[in-house]
């Protein structure tokens, strides 16, 4: 038997979850379930609220266009969020969507928007940012909502980070030709600490900003290899080199 059922669709909600609780879907929640996916009393669902645990649950139709969940039994007990922090520079709309989901899927445990000098856009949809999260939550079995911090400048969000958490900067700039070697080198595997990965913008970072990244103690710069990448895939390829080689896919 599989450890995980994919075929069943599974919800955020904000409500709290147990037996025998009885949740109004919203006019959204309801078509996609009713409309978009056919499902029928008796079809589970999942839910989940970050808190609680997974729950299966069971629809009932209150209308031709609304529906209740009736909440059965858990299914999986509530996990703690990631500690791993992934810091980046905001991108454009749709391509931050994508980053979003991606940070979330690959195990970032809080998402915070830090502002550099070359930052393509200053302005933030922290609703919006929160959604991608919770879709790919949703889609992806995961139990916790990461956290999302307001945006910050770079130095605001280098300096609050806890000196005991290791910074991964990814610098097209950093001579390290293994970056492996230089992860393994930079902390113990066995026993590794608290993790943080920066990815800049499209432009780069500054010299001044280099410095000021580089005079963090418990800090290793990486390159992620002979081509350029865009910053969300770079993205991508920072948070599985970090879990495979420190974090908990190793």
């Not at 290899?225 to 080199?241: E, F, N, Q, S």
Request: charged share 25%; proline share 8%; glycine share 6%.
């Amino acid at each position: 038997m599989a450890a995980y059922d994919f075929t069943a669709p599974r919800l955020f909600v904000d409500a709290n979850l147990e037996p025998d609780a009885v949740l109004p879907l919203d006019r959204a929640q309801a078509n996609y379930l009713l409309n978009v996916l056919r499902r029928g009393p008796d079809d589970p669902v999942l839910l989940f609220n970050g808190r609680d645990g997974e729950w299966r649950a069971s629809l009932r139709a209150s209308g031709r266009k609304s529906a209740d969940l009736i909440v059965r039994e858990r299914t999986r007990p509530q996990t703690p969020a990631s500690d791993l922090h992934y810091l980046f520079a905001p991108l454009k709309s749709a391509r931050l969507d994508y980053l979003a989901q991606k940070a979330v899927e690959m195990g970032a445990g809080t998402i915070r928007p830090v502002i550099t000098r070359y930052t393509q856009g200053e302005r933030i949809n922290r609703e919006r940012l929160r959604a991608n999260a919770i879709e790919a939550a949703e889609q992806c079995g995961i139990l916790a909502i990461p956290a999302l911090p307001e945006p910050a400048r770079l130095g605001v969000a280098v300096d609050a980070l806890e000196p005991e958490r290791l910074l991964v900067f990814c610098d097209e700039d950093a001579t390290t030709a293994d970056a492996v070697a230089a992860l393994r080198a930079a902390a113990d595997a066995a026993a590794p600490p608290p993790l943080a990965v920066l990815i800049g913008p499209e432009g780069g970072f500054a010299e001044d900003e280099r410095e000021l990244i580089r005079a963090r103690p418990n800090t290793v710069a990486l390159s992620l290899g002979p081509r350029i990448l865009r910053a969300d895939t770079a993205a991508v390829a920072a948070l599985a080199l970090v879990q495979a080689v420190l974090g908990d896919a190793r």
